[in-house]
């Protein structure tokens, strides 16, 4: 493994980390047995929750001995990366739609979140799920919370299922990018005052726009005067959503193009959406999908804002194979003429699980694929 021959880097003491991972995790086979005997009624939910809670103590351990410097829940208690969160919302329920999402091999299950009345984040569900995590979790590490971006609940109000429930409650666009935004400050400042100094921003959306594989909005690369208004909005309600948050909270974001099961959603690189996302969006750091040529180059990279970071995500979670070394540490040198290698970190292209079903690979292979990753960073910026 070849070493970096460039200057000392800066202490990374807060997130992004060198070496960080996206947030999710294969669901143990204990957790998944006891999701599936709820599911049968046959325990109950507070026996559900005690396998939860047992889960990711242990998988807290296993992150801190792996290293990490912030930890996750794994989102262990959740069953999609976006849905769960869409649902703890005051003003929202849960529906099931004839169709789920559309990936490149297969379909997602099929439900939705669609409004029932003004939106709240008030006693969001995820709170106390935070609370549990940092209870349990080493002081020397910092826990991230994930949560979906606010552009990923707008899009998913503004799908053609849920459309007319929407506007019942939201006639306007801009009455619905505010309403989201007011929901998701709540939750945010609550996770805050539970001790939270650091929440993530899952964001798909941004895919979506560029893809070249878009099941949802076949026709959006032909639309470039709606893809103006999206790009907009997106980068909109992320911005209310997250301003005038205190000073010591850091929010970063995660762009990617799905994950699901191992398979993948969208496809196209950065070029058209980097502005406004890497030059407006008033994030900390961008956790950006890299581990196939679905992404792009790193050319748009330059659009990045001088005080941001971006954490290249280039190595796959999608499956087990290990990458070459070599490889990966030319690529970040790469991604280095863009952005310098101070401002850059490493990590995972997605989380391992962001529903449910989990990515098709083994346990021993997350952990492998972790440690990888450490090894990679160190190697070109001598720590964490």
């Known amino acids: 493994m070849s070493e970096t021959t460039t200057k000392t880097f800066t202490k990374r003491t807060t997130s992004p980390f060198r070496y960080d991972v996206v947030g999710s995790f294969l669901r143990p086979s204990s957790l998944k047995r006891a999701r599936d005997q709820f599911a049968n009624h046959e325990i109950n939910a507070v026996e559900l929750k005690q396998v939860e809670d047992q889960s990711i103590i242990e998988l807290l351990r296993r992150e801190e001995n792996a290293g990490l410097h ?33 990936f490149h091999d297969e379909e997602t299950r099929a439900e939705s979140a ?6 709240s984040g008030a006693n969001h569900p995820f709170v106390d799920h935070f609370k549990f995590t940092l209870k349990h979790a080493s002081d020397n590490v910092l826990v991230k919370q994930t949560i979906p971006a606010p552009a990923q609940f707008l899009a998913e109000l503004q799908r053609p299922e849920n459309l007319k429930a929407t506007q019942a409650y939201y006639p306007t666009d801009d009455d619905l990018i505010e309403g989201i935004a007011a929901a998701y400050h709540q ?43 999206l790009k907009q909005q997106y980068v909109t309600v992320n911005n209310q959503a997250i301003a005038d948050l205190p000073a010591d909270l850091t929010v970063n974001t995660h762009i990617c193009r799905g994950n699901y099961h191992s398979t993948w959603a969208s496809a196209g690189g950065y070029d058209s959406v980097a502005d406004p996302l890497f030059s407006q969006e008033n994030v900390s750091a961008y956790f950006l999908e890299y581990d196939t040529e679905r992404a792009g180059g790193f050319e748009p990279l330059k659009k990045v804002s001088t005080d941001k970071l971006v954490v290249l995500g280039l190595v796959t979670s999608k499956d087990g194979k290990l990458e070459d070394p070599k490889v990966i540490i030319d690529r970040i040198h790469e991604a280095g003429k863009y952005v310098p290698l101070d401002r850059l970190c490493l990590s995972t292209q997605c989380g391992f699980a962001s529903t449910e079903e989990g990515n098709v690979l083994t346990e021993a292979q997350q952990w492998a694929k972790i440690e990888l990753v450490k090894k990679l960073a160190t190697a070109v910026w001598g720590e964490g």
């Not at 969160?85 to 099931?96: H, I, P, R, T």
């Not at 669609?114 to 939106?119: I, P």
């Open 70 to 102: 912030a930890v996750t829940d794994g989102e262990f208690r959740r069953s999609w990366w976006h849905l769960d969160f869409f649902w703890g919302l005051q003003g929202v329920e849960k529906v099931a739609l004839d169709s789920g999402y559309s």
């Open 114 to 119: 669609r409004l029932t009345g003004l939106l």
């Open 187 to 229: 939750v945010i400042l609550d996770l805050y005052n539970a001790g939270c100094r650091n929440v993530q921003l899952d964001d798909c959306t941004w895919g979506m726009l560029v893809s070249q594989h878009d099941g949802a909005r076949p026709d959006a690369s032909q639309d470039e005067e709606r893809l103006t208004i």
